[in-house]
């Protein structure tokens, strides 16, 4: 079996991705602050602007709104100049970073791209620093990636200005980011520079000193998303970003799981939800990027990439599915990937399944299964779906996935949809599945 260790990723996670500025305002051209905005800033004399009433506060969000516009269309339209003529040119390091971003952004091709202010907060150290003007507020980037995003995606990122005169200006974009959407705000642009390669329907990102890596990932890319596509009956067009560079922060993504030993990811599925994201879900999943572990990016194995393009594939149903059986296809579709190629079979963890895994499988694997023992988890699903395609047939096994994904919003619900399906309860789909040899 070309598959050496138990490189698995886990279920999707929140995310989103994210990356802008803030832009500056002159007074009097119908995007600055108003007058008593203005005055009650500047008359300040707290480290914090507390002399602002609640109005005022809501017109300088709103007229930062009008600026971060013009920072999209900076963006869009290429123009650097105008995208940092925010940024506080007494921080070299500062524009330095903000020049990166801006060459970084323009070349994943966003279709659409929009700011806005989300809420703003306190943030003492800052405005000590800064002085009574300061201004950090939690910013929302709303996007879409031509070719790739079916819709527009969303994450926070957070950003400190201050009022100098007649403009503001940024001079901080990282001060608040503790803040922000753990899993989703530190996005591939915000590092180095990057490379963008595509191939097809496959968006491939690495460190632009790796650009032959990215396309070495791209063909793997192209090959595993055309496989996911045979085993997967339902509709899917392909499209997927894979990031494989060495900056270990993006979306912050940790590269270990499980409880006790524990057991390594080589690569992580982590998915967009519409919306906007603070620690919670408040839209439907609508997309996935999948992240390669910086440790092996080097190494990556086609079949691995099956898996995690399966999560791609599948995540855009609905977000109810229990455990077993989005990891379960996961494993079926990669096994049948791998015995594509007449060099290779799966007969070997076959084998380890029925002898390891069966005999003392007592119920269908939940978290609690995967987190203390990955392996067993992953076989014994996997085996689970074997079984349900063999009896149901691949696109049955699909409408069951679908009814799961979307409708299971009880244990009650689940048990009467998988018996719909299957004609079995929990319990005695897991009997039988403990009975099946293959």
Known sequence: MKHPGRLLAGVAALALAAAAGVVVSRSGDGAGPSGGTAAALQASGSPTPAALTDAQKTARAREVDVLLARRATAVLKGDLKGFLAS????????????????GNLRKFGFSSLQYFTADSWDAPQLAQKHGPTTYSTRVMMRYRIAGLDAKPVQTDLGYTFVRRGALWILVEDGGIDEILTRDGHRQPWDFQEVAVVRRGKVVV???RRETGLGRKVAKVSEDAANAVRR?????????????????????????TSGNGRGWTIAAKAV?????EQLGKR??????????VNPAMRKDLEQDLLVHEMTHVATVPIGPRAPLWLVEGLAEYVRCHAIEDDPQWTVD????????????????????????QDGDKAYGQSWWTVEYLASRLGTKKLAALYADLAVHSTSTAAYTAILTKHTGKTPAELTAAVRKYRG
């Open 205 to 207: 990102v690495v460190d």
């Open 271 to 275: 998915t967009l939800y519409e919306g």
């Open 282 to 291: 408040f839209g439907p999943p609508v997309g996935s990027r999948i992240v």
């Open 87 to 102: 940024v506080d040119a007494k921080q070299p390091r500062l524009v330095a970073r903000q020049r990166t971003l801006f």
């Open 231 to 255: 085993h997967w009956p339902r509709s899917w067009n392909g499209s997927v970003m894979v990031v494989a560079m060495a900056e270990p922060r993006v979306m912050a993504t940790l590269w």
């Open 348 to 371: 070997p963890y076959r084998r380890t399944v029925r002898s390891k895994y069966l005999p003392g499988m007592t119920s269908l694997p939940d978290r609690e299964t995967f987190d």
